[in-house]
């Protein structure tokens, strides 16, 4: 009785047999197709992820021409790898070094500010050996102010003058 083997080389894994062979050698014994299959382990290369961050002027969830990177936001995140990170001059940001897995990604609102994209919040990604998930870009529209002063226009000219007060408790509608 023969036992028939093999010895793996580091980086592979033996694919045929699960296991070995075993035969018994009689007088005039011929064995065939006793083959030996292997897989070669690849060699893992870390995911990335990218995207801007951008002022969205007109609110349209679309990066327009003209509508620049925003600067020193702060950008999260979850999943195997916890991080944060800010965006440069550009707007831009990356998490590198990504082990496999599902990472979410999202941002740190600023005051007076709106996420227009994306639209749930946040980027779920699958990162997969040398995944390079690029594009996950986050939109802002900057809220506006009107403010103004409620007069008492004595003279109807139009004008607040010097001697003109104002006005409480007076409705005003946007």
Do not use: C
Request: glycine residues 12%; hydrophobic residues 35%; charged residues 15%.
């Amino acid at each position: 009785n023969y036992t028939i083997g093999e010895v793996l080389q580091e980086g592979w894994i033996q694919t045929k047999p699960l296991g070995n062979y075993t035969v018994t050698m009689k007088s005039r014994s011929i064995f065939s197709r006793k083959d030996f299959g292997n897989f070669k382990i690849p060699i893992f290369v870390p995911g990335q992820i990218h995207g801007i961050k951008f002022n969205d002027i007109n609110g349209n969830g679309i990066r327009d021409d003209g509508e620049n990177g925003l600067d020193g936001w702060n950008i999260t995140l979850y999943g195997p790898i916890n991080a944060s990170t800010s965006t440069n001059s550009l707007g831009e940001y990356w998490f590198v070094n990504l082990t496999n897995g599902t990472y979410v990604v999202s941002e740190i609102l600023q005051q007076g500010w709106i996420q227009t994209i994306p639209k749930n919040g946040t980027f779920t990604i699958n990162v997969i050996n040398a995944t390079n998930s690029t594009g996950n870009d986050f939109g802002n529209f900057k809220l506006g102010r009107v403010s103004g002063f409620k007069f008492n226009d004595t003279n109807k000219n139009g004008l607040w003058d010097v001697n003109e007060t104002t006005l409480s408790v007076w409705n005003i509608t946007l």
